[in-house]
């Protein structure tokens, strides 16, 4: 046992030469921290990790390149594709041009200020050939769309103001506003025809047209096509 005199502790010899061994067990208990053994199975481990990690990577490189390849090929395609359709397309606008030409002369500057602009559109590097193609589609679906139906428009006949009436794509009547003179579009004679015997129901066909009054049947003068190779 130690004497206390004052402040300081005196120990006898004997005791703290005990104290050294006391400590010696803790330095031999942290030896196995450097186990080779351990370390070795460590990098065992994480070598097996990166070889997993490498396959992986592989296999994603594998599937990067086949998606390129694909791509490269229907960017081949659709070259040869465009390539194909720009002539199509081209022909299109022409037989438009004509099928506007030929037909009975309804909402003339209309249709043909459309064909205008798909004729202006055709060589723009900067419209996709969709873009183009679906807008050459959308000018035949309204041409489709105005043998379906009947319609109504303001212009000239000559110097009159008059109201024409459109049917279908089988006749296309007028009408002055005071109703004083109703004529029809002669196919064959290529001209205007005055014919007030059909005022009354061209009034009344102009009124339908417009949804001012309820659908009924009227009767309008159709020009028949003449037979092929009549004289």
């Given amino acids: 046992m130690g004497v206390i005199l004052g402040s300081a502790l005196i120990v006898p010899a004997a005791q703290a030469q005990q104290a050294p061994a006391a400590a010696a067990p803790a330095a031999d208990s942290a030896a196995p921290a450097g186990d080779p053994t351990q370390q070795y199975l460590a990098l065992t481990s994480e070598a097996d990790s990166l070889k997993l990690y490498n396959k992986q990577l592989e296999a994603q490189l594998q599937s990067q390149q086949a998606e390129m390849a694909s791509i490269r090929?229907?960017?081949?395609?659709?070259?040869?594709?465009?390539?194909?359709?720009?002539?199509?397309?081209?022909?299109?606008?022409?037989?438009?041009?004509?099928?506007?030409?030929?037909?009975?002369?309804?909402?003339?500057?209309?249709?043909?200020?459309?064909?205008?602009?798909?004729?202006?559109?055709?060589?723009?590097?900067?419209?996709?050939?969709?873009?183009?193609?679906?807008?050459?589609?959308?000018?035949?679906?309204?041409?489709?769309?105005?043998?379906?139906?009947?319609?109504?428009?303001?212009?000239?006949?000559?110097?009159?103001?008059?109201?024409?009436?459109?049917?279908?794509?089988?006749?296309?009547?007028?009408?002055?506003?005071?109703?004083?003179?109703?004529?029809?579009?002669?196919?064959?004679?290529?001209?205007w025809v005055i014919d007030n015997g059909v005022a009354g129901d061209v009034n009344y066909a102009l009124k339908v047209a417009k949804n001012q009054t309820a659908p009924d049947l009227f009767t309008i003068p159709v020009m028949a096509a003449s037979a092929a190779g009549e004289q």
């Fill in 73 to 191: 090929k229907e960017e081949a395609d659709l070259d040869v594709t465009n390539l194909k359709i720009q002539p199509l397309m081209q022909d299109m606008v022409a037989a438009l041009k004509q099928f506007v030409s030929l037909d009975i002369p309804f909402m003339t500057d209309v249709r043909s200020r459309r064909v205008e602009t798909l004729e202006q559109m055709m060589p723009q590097a900067n419209v996709t050939v969709s873009e183009k193609y679906r807008r050459i589609v959308e000018a035949y679906n309204v041409e489709i769309g105005y043998g379906r139906t009947i319609g109504t428009y303001t212009g000239k006949v000559g110097d009159k103001d008059v109201e024409f009436l459109r049917v279908g794509r089988v006749a296309l009547l007028y009408q002055t506003a005071d109703g004083s003179e109703t004529g029809y579009w002669d196919r064959d004679k290529k001209d």
